[in-house]
């Protein structure tokens, strides 16, 4: 973890944390067996609440430590159906400001973006400096979807593993911090929640004809996944493979993976107030000096509440 803390935070961050959840336990190292993932823990919903507010608001403190320099990252979102994507886009709106966090749902390309190269229509949405973006389904749907419905030749979608890596080697290369996480749900998790969709009203607009094609397809899509995974988990660039069939265990675990990744070498502390701008408050506002030390302390404890579920740097 690489959260820049003082030793008092370092202290306060060595609070227990759900191991489980620890961003380490999924990173991709080597082909996946979907088959064989079958360990999908649960976590206790007051606990969930608790640990997701406490995330949140240490995504809050990066967004502003990106404000006004380099720093930009790219967030990926892939998954099954019904997996959790659309609810952890939600739980990230709810907590970061929308004037430095985008997102972009991918959809299928229309004629026009059909007749350019795939990975064309994704530059224009790539993040500023200050900017954290995240992709809902993204240039991977050339090996997945268009792989498995037959919409890319096999040449062509054998070829986009080596251009999606040189893809995302020019990113980093280039100071953007690109993480990748897929949600993994058994089928029969993803049956369960179509039966909730179709029934629950207020779901049923989610639910398409192409989710059930898709389902009947999984094997192929299985396929795909694990092939994927084996070609384009770099050591720049790696997947995580999060069990998703418990909703608050898998938004904890993608939150945590998020921290460690964003926040790595980022300082947290508030920003030190330039002379000029303190002279200016000073003789407006009337603050003195020692009103500024109180804020920033309060500033701090807010830190390390908010650290309390991170784990320490090592």
Known sequence: MGLVMNQRQRHTALLPVHAASNP????????????????????????????LVSLQGVLQLIQQAYLGTPERALIVLEGWDTAGK??????LGWALDPRSFK???????????????????????????????????????RVLVERVEGLATKTEWRRAYHEINEFERMLVDSGVRVLKLFLHITSDEQARRFRDRLI????????????????????????????MMEETATKLA????????????????AFRI????????????????????????KRILGLSASDIRRATKAANRKIRKHGADIEPPV
């Open 258 to 281: 998020l921290v460690d990744r964003l926040g790595s070498g980022v300082p947290l502390e508030p920003r030190s107030i330039s002379p000029e701008l303190f002279k200016q408050a």
């Open 103 to 141: 997102v972009h749902p991918v959809a299928a390309p229309d004629e026009h973006e059909r007749a350019e190269h795939y990975l064309q229509r994704f530059w224009r949405h790539l993040p500023e400096k200050g900017q954290i973006v995240a992709f809902d389904r993204s240039w991977y749907g």
């Open 200 to 227: 629950n009203p207020v779901k049923r607009w989610k639910l398409s004809y192409e989710d059930f094609r898709n389902r009947d397809h999984r094997p192929d899509y299985v396929t795909a996944i694990e092939d």
């Open 86 to 91: 659309g609810g952890i886009v939600r739980r």
């Open 24 to 51: 380490r336990n999924f990173i991709v190292r080597r082909r996946p067996r979907l088959a064989e993932l079958n360990d999908h823990p649960e976590l206790d919903f007051a606990d969930y609440e608790r640990r």
């Open 238 to 253: 790696p997947w995580y493979l999060i069990p998703a069939n418990n909703k608050p265990f898998s938004r904890i675990a």
